[in-house]
């Protein structure tokens, strides 16, 4: 019985110590500009290294009617070990933030304007959706498929958390559109014809 206990109770450490960032081994470390691996000396470090001001706009609508500014160490050095980041997103009216997932963290979304249908699927399929308002928030369990639309008659905007200073970000239609998979495939796996295939590639290429 010892044994089993011993073996779960290891099993469930290593899920735990698997599921952040590695631990920091120092108060910080600030990334020295244009070196992605040292840090900047510490006695240099000033109070400006840990505030950013990056957000306090929203960013330019792209095609869904959606923006996002990620708050991560490569435009806030000062959050590098320090196992989180963070994002603006902007939704103008009936703007979509299309299914999506961050294969590393998860994700806590607050409303800070708006009204906004938001959900995530499970590896059931299981969905779980509903619309948050003003001052609500959402958590989006890691690695699972997430989205989000503007319900409201005005543009709303989300803060997210995230419990890893590099979350990743894969777009599904990105992903499975705009990658460069065989086309044949993607026929046989959505039942669709070369010609629409070819529609949805050119929309979500790297390129457009
Ligand atoms: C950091 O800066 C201090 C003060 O200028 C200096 O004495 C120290 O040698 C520096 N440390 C490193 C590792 O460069």
Request: net charge positive.
């Amino acid at each position: 019985m010892t044994l089993k206990i011993t073996i779960v109770l290891a099993l469930l450490h290593s899920i735990v110590a698997l599921a952040s960032d590695p631990d920091p081994v120092m108060d910080f470390c600030i990334l020295n500009s244009g070196s992605a691996f040292s840090c900047k000396n510490s006695s240099a470090a000033t109070v400006e290294d840990f505030t950013y001001s990056g957000i306090k706009l929203p960013g330019n609508f792209k095609q869904t009617g959606f923006s996002s500014k990620a708050v991560n160490p490569s435009v806030f050095p000062g959050l590098n070990t320090l196992g989180m980041s963070f994002v603006r997103a902007d939704f103008d009216t009936g703007g979509v933030n299309v299914p999506h997932f961050h294969p590393r963290a998860t994700e806590i979304a607050f409303v800070l304007e708006g009204k906004v249908y938001s959900g995530f699927v499970d590896t059931n399929n299981k969905i779980f959706a509903k619309v948050i308002e003003k001052g609500e928030v959402m958590v989006f369990p890691r690695g699972l498929v997430h989205f989000q639309m503007n319900v409201g008659d005005k543009p709303a905007t989300i803060l997210g958390s995230f419990d890893s200073q590099n979350p990743g970000l894969m777009r599904l239609p990105n992903t499975i559109y705009g990658s460069g998979i065989k086309e044949e495939l993607l026929e046989k796996a959505f039942g669709l014809s070369s010609k629409e295939i070819s529609k949805l590639r050119k929309r979500f290429s790297p390129a457009s």
